[in-house]
């Protein structure tokens, strides 16, 4: 039996299956934290540990403003996208189709160099259509800062592009393919072409082979749906078979996470404190995981990024979070609550 029920949402259960493969089981938050791990241990530094522990005493403090630096920043170099799965398309997202302006996004590295872990480049849209991407990534790497990004990898790319992207300096690569037959993939993700989605793969993996590079860390996310489900055994092997280095199934978070709770929420949620996400118009927002205008903060068409950090729209979301106020964006969130409505589902495997 490939997956085995957990109880409890918050325990790690890890179960050796051969071939130097391990099954994990984890909530989204044990996920995460992982894939940062790998990122976080080539790029640390005093500095940015210091930095780190300061937005801990911060947090603790419950600081409105902050002396502390942001760790981590999710910038969406674009929104465009070739595919049309249902969580972009459901109406929750807005889709201007633009690109970012290249000198917000230094403006905010050049800004934090010393002090961020790492910058995520997508959010709502597929970063590989950014004829920029390569330079967004290598400009935070020669700042020493780690960088992912997701990508459907459903479109064509040239061994030059490939190449590119291996050499860049990005350190971990998410490929979203949600099944091993067209008909179950493309369910979810559709307008995607499966056989195109493995070719680039084996491409990928094949390029860091021939380069003699050890990164990017290439991962195999796969989504868990009731749909895909008697294909994830299949899915995990063939990641391993192909030479990917992970192989994540992730919650649907539709069903799973970001879904109200019913309950008033008291936990403070970390990310206010260490993190934001810049969308591809310009516009700041104070959490990188839920999509809204609630959590709005500032526009980096009009401000520079170190006012929004504590701008009073900052400050504000800082100070009401964990009241249980009514209004309050988070309110209705599971995530870092250590109560998320993870299902038995909920779960990883690694390959190697
Ligand atoms: C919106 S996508 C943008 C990046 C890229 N286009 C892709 O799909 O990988 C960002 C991440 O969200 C994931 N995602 C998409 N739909 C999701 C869902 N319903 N639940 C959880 N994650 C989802 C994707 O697999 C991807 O890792
Ligand atoms: S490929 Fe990514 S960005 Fe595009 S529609 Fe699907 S989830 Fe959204
Ligand atoms: S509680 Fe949820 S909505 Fe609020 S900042 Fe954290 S992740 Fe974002």
Redesign the pocket.
């Known amino acids: 039996m490939l997956y085995s029920v957990g109880t409890e949402p918050t325990r790690l259960v890890s179960v050796p299956i051969g071939g130097g493969m391990r099954l994990h089981y984890h909530n989204l938050h044990s996920l995460l934290v992982n894939r940062h791990w790998h990122i976080v241990k080539r790029h640390i530094t005093i500095r940015k540990l210091a930095n780190a522990l300061s937005c801990l005493v911060h947090y603790w403090m419950r600081r409105e403003i902050v002396a502390s630096r942001p760790l981590y920043v999710k910038v969406e170099t674009t929104d465009c996208?070739?595919?049309?799965?249902e969580?972009?398309?459901d109406g929750t997202?807005t889709r201007r189709n633009d690109f970012l302006d290249f000198s917000m996004y230094t403006s905010v590295v050049d800004q934090y160099s010393r002090y961020l872990l790492e910058v995520s480049l997508?959010d709502?849209?597929?970063p590989l259509l950014d004829p920029l991407i390569v330079d967004y990534v290598r400009y935070a790497s020669s700042c020493n800062i780690g960088t992912v990004i997701?990508t459907?990898l459903?479109m064509t790319l040239s061994d030059e592009q490939l190449s590119q992207l291996v050499t860049s300096g990005l350190d971990y690569i998410q490929v979203?393919i949600d099944g091993v037959t067209q008909a179950t993939y493309e369910q979810y993700?559709v307008g995607?072409d499966l056989d195109l989605v493995l070719f680039n793969l084996r491409r990928l993996i094949a390029t860091r082979r021939r380069l003699g590079s050890r990164t990017p860390l290439i991962e195999w996310q796969m989504l868990d749906f009731a749909f895909n489900r008697a294909e994830q055994e299949r899915a995990s092997e063939l990641a391993a078979e192909l030479g990917a280095d992970r192989f994540m199934i992730k919650p649907d978070s539709h069903s799973a996470l970001l879904s109200p709770a019913g309950y008033s929420r008291q936990v403070k949620c970390i990310l206010l404190w260490v993190s934001f996400a810049v969308e591809s118009d310009g516009a700041v927002s104070a959490c990188l995981v839920k999509d809204g205008d609630s959590l709005y903060v500032g526009d980096l068409r009009e401000t520079s990024i170190q006012d929004i950090w504590n701008s009073p729209a900052f400050a504000k979301l800082r100070r009401c979070s964990g009241r249980a106020c009514s209004e309050h964006p988070c309110r209705e969130c599971n995530w870092f609550a250590g109560r998320a409505k993870t299902s038995p589902e909920n779960r990883a495997t690694t390959a190697r």
């Open positions: 996208c070739n595919l049309r799965c969580h972009c398309h997202v997508f709502q849209g597929e997701s459907n459903s979203a993700r995607g």
